[in-house]
């Protein structure tokens, strides 16, 4: 909302269950050598672990944003509000995936994401045939 991150989901990983214990900070998760092990995924058996998200309720100029930690993994909070709140979507997924390949040196984890604003409904006008079907 604006340039504030509401929420960012935690990761189903090795290191994320160590911060969650309270064992390793958000800092030293960044940099731990078993960063990249997972608890739950995709098209595992058996199926996958998730954790469902409350959205506060979305207005009119909000963006949303889902992306693998190959990305946000390079940004801190202030650096994805803003480039959110100051690029339209598609200019702020070509920026994200350039500076995190930048900021990677070439090794980094796979990156995706895809970024939703939330715009004011556009009016339309009835067609005729739009009209016609309420006859029946």
């Known amino acids: 909302r604006g340039t504030q ?3 960012r989901s935690t990761d189903h990983s090795y290191v994320q269950t160590l911060v969650a214990q ?3 900070s ?3 998760a960044n940099d731990h050598p078993q960063s990249n092990v997972l608890t739950s ?3 595992t058996e058996p199926e996958p672990t998730f954790t469902a998200q409350f959205i506060p309720r979305l207005q009119i100029g909000d963006t ?3 992306c693998s930690d190959g990305v946000w993994h390079y940004f801190n909070i202030e650096e994805l509000g ?3 709140n100051t690029l339209n979507p598609r200019e702020a997924s070509e920026f994200l995936i350039e500076k995190a ?3 990677a040196n070439g090794v980094g984890d796979n990156l995706s994401l895809v970024i939703l604003k939330v715009e004011p409904p ?3 006008k009835p067609t005729r045939r739009s009209s016609l079907a309420s006859l029946n």
């Open 26 to 28: 958000e800092e030293e």
């Open 22 to 24: 309270g064992q390793l």
């Open 41 to 43: 995924c995709l098209g």
């Open 122 to 124: 556009v009016e339309t």
């Open 5 to 7: 991150l509401v929420r």
């Open 64 to 66: 949303l944003l889902a």
């Open 101 to 103: 390949r930048q900021r």
């Open 82 to 84: 803003s480039v959110l």
